[in-house]
């Protein structure tokens, strides 16, 4: 069988304590659930009306000593609910005081920006962090409301225009973590996906310190053509690669492109094919996006790619 | 029942309304609520097929991974109208157009207080209609932007279309019907009672109408003051609700849900009316507990006042105020609960007749409970933050609303369309619409509570191919074309009963209130007389002088 994922596959010690609270609460849900059907099926079979009989039950008008003993048991189990909600609250999200955030949250129309205050580090879709650590998260938005979800770390936390939002998250196993906007952000709200990367400290490091070097960029062949169209094609009007005069945050920063898993925020697999045909016509693969269809020739294209392959 | 006890001479002052055989013109221009009633139930009936028809295209859409079915601003468009339609159009429409046929003939009135203010809130009903439908034929089509319409994602740089104008400005025409309904509800009841008919004898129903008008003439404004911010924000550059020009984007959250919580109650008090009506007459028993049933009420309606940020537990408004909307939010249980467990103890020691209306009146109260329990699972903030945005939501409001609302509203037209038209319905008609629509609802709707917790966010028009996604996706597309069959049924016995139907006695149920003393359909001054009332069942009461429920009242002439 298949892993299922989301709740049944919890994998921070966070998403652990709010799966055992959502299953202690959907077991006594079932309890009574189980209660009322008993007693309805009962009632079906027992107080059925024969066809023959056209005399009246006894009418039975109610009983104020059962509706306060009804009362006060649902009473009870909310105390008990609300309990855990609290406890497990408090586990969950502590205050976070005056620390510094690890890592800055950015949702756009519909990719994320990652941003490393502490080592200068920004990224796009892909959430590179060290296992078993516990990060403070600040969370944002530069347009309209989107919701950073990662299904098996943890909560939901709205990106909000003007609002900061602050989580913590950590992962307890390393591995990939799949997520997604789960606040409905317009048109590609499908397509807005994240990648958690969990990788030991090392790994974690040696990411980073990768991703801080300034590429040299290509003056010669079809990789330095490439360089060159970027330039002029308005491709630089949007995103930012180090080193060169492209600095703009519109859309994702394509320094570091070819070490990423995907493109298009989960579109498609980071491939130099996969990336031709994206750039030949966006459109086509996340509709609506709003990187229009640059309506690049075939060697234009192929000399972007070959640029943005040789960033090393 | 034709027993010649006192009879209350009723007050019968031509109205100009209902002129016979003048044919359309007799319905447009009709101030009879009886007219208005069934003008509801049918321009409801139509937007319900059309909601229908969007929920269809959804499921087909989300039947297989990465299925290109339609494009992704259609999608957007399908579910925003659906939920606009179903909730404003339909569920909402269709309740108080029942309280508006019912409400006077339950409490022994000829009409309701406002007769032409009656009409008025039904026309702009069908102008709001109107107005959201006709977005579909402008260059960009319908809103894209979900019946919450989040801001700023509903504000003119991120929506140029013209989609979400035209759906405030539908859904502002339709709040003045609602106010305007509420406000006659409210008069009705409170000062055209029959003589007898005090407030602790009103049928169950009319008291989930009362509370429910209350909740409309409190909750209304605050939406439409919304939509009025909304359309200043669209049309005359205001910024209410956009944060790059100092507005707030949070805002827009507390005033939808401050309306939009209370909205879930509106959807729902008249719907255990019309099960608190039900239950008792098919069981043969009068309510178990009326002063908890009818008082339950009442605390449901106060609290649903503040609850609304249960809907923002993501938004991040801090634990302190997530605390207080998580323990209010599952304080509403408790009257819910004692709601369910009357009507159970109703039906305990019960001679039960389970026509079709008895039927859906059964299932809804299981059904209703699913629903109910994922919501106050859902209240727990740490729940909500797995559940919230994804199709575990989904699962429990359809449970609430359709397996609750709509079970309901299907209970209440077989129970009362021989009243309405003089005709029974098919039973078996119904049994294959009621078994259908059993197998169907909880086919579409129950496996989306696991695709919820296993990380399917609500309202993506695509998924990846995860383990198990596309078998239960499709699962449930299948529930939903079982379900538009089921449907079809019940559209095509409204239809075939209509004309064909076996001729309805004035009281086919032999039940209590005094809708059932006067003919069907009733005249057009509703009682020739209204019957004396002694009591909660005065029908009962006529037929048993000899077992009467209040034995020492008072006959008041």
Known sequence: MEKLGGLFNPSSPEMEAMADLTYYIIAISIGILAIIVVAVT??????????????????????????IVWTVIPIAIVAVLFQLTCSTMKAVDPPIGDHEPDIVVIGHQWWWEFYYPKSGVLTANELHMPVDKKLLLRIESIDVIHDFWVPELGRKIDAIPGHTNHIWIGAGEPGIFLGACAEFCGTQHANMRIRVIAETEEEFNEWQQQQLVVPRTPRSGIAGKGAELFRTKACMNCHTIAGTPAAARIGPNLTHLNKRQTIGAGVLTNSPENLTKWLVNPQKYKQGALMPNMKLTDSEVNAIVAYLEALK | MSSKIPLVPENITPLPALKENEGMLSWVSSVDHKQIGIMYLISTLVFFLIGGLEALVIRMQLAKPEFDFISPEVYNQMFTMHGTTMIFFVVMPFLIGLGVYLVPLMIGARDMAFPRLNALSFWLVVFGGILLYYSFLTQSGPSEVGWFAYSPLSEKPFSLNKGPTYWALGLLATGISSVASGLNNIVTILTMRTKGMTMRRLPLFVWMILVTSFLLIFVIPIIASAFAMMLLDRLLEATFFT????????????????FGHPEVYILVLPAFGIISEVIPVFSRKPIYGYEFVAGSTVAIGLLSLGVWAHHMFAVGLGNVANLYFSLASMLIAIPTGIKVLNWVATMWGGKIWFATPMLFATAFIIEFVIGGLTGVAIASVPIDWVTTDTYFIVAHFHYVLFGGSLFAIFAGVYYWFPKFTGRMMSETLGKWHFWLTIVGFNMTFFIQHFLGVMGMPRRTY???DFPYWGSMNLLSTIGAFVLAISVIIFAWNIRRSLKHGEKAPDNPWNAWTLEWYTTSPPAVHNFDLVPPVRGRRPLWDLAHPDQPDEPNAKVVV
């Open chain 1, 42 to 67: 009962y009632i079906i079979i027992r107080y059925r009306k024969s066809s023959n009989d056209s005399s009246e039950p006894y009418q039975n008008f109610g009983d104020t000593r059962l509706e």
């Open chain 2, 462 to 464: 695509t998924y990846h």
């Open chain 2, 243 to 258: 944060p790059a020009h100092g507005g707030s984007a949070i805002l827009w959250q507390h005033f939808f849900w401050g």
